[in-house]
């Protein structure tokens, strides 16, 4: 009996509301639809960020998770997809601050490592190249096709830098780009 009352809503007095906000509550198959429509843009976009796909989908997963968690107002479908888009890069920049971590107290306390010297040839070998704010900021810029101020919104950058910060990337990535070519010799 208790069990039957107890899975009411409302019985617990500090109990989070059914529906916490209007864009929030969203039925199975509307979420079906926003899901099918976003993910495999959003899938490419992590898997080049972070360069594996078993982690992209962890990835994935978690963003839709959050999205869902979030007390949000209503939106329309390019700013969930922003919306998003700006979770994932959370998501991604918190991955990238533990692995530098990681990566200083194993410098600190490990063994050394070795030295290789590989020359990737191609170009998402050389986008890998770069840091990960300019990956994101190209791909975000030029695949997904967002505009400067979806971008600001969605790696929380002043949208006045992000013509800067797109103009230095590319300067990056063809200096990257150019630097390869140069070792490899002149291609015909």
Known sequence: MFRDAASLPGFFPNEAP???????????????VLYRSIAPALQGYIRKACGSAVQAEDFLQETFYRFLRARLPEMNPQQTKSYLFKIATSLLVDQWRREKREKFWQRV??????VRDEQPGDAVQALSALKPAERALLWLAYVEGFSHAEIAATLDIREKSIRVLLFRARKNL?????RREGAQG???
């Open 186 to 188: 002149a291609k015909s």
């Open 174 to 178: 063809a200096r990257v780009l150019g």
């Open 109 to 114: 306390w490990g063994p050394p490592e070795t």
């Open 18 to 32: 059914a529906c916490p906000a209007p864009g929030v509550c969203m039925d199975e198959e509307a979420f079906g």
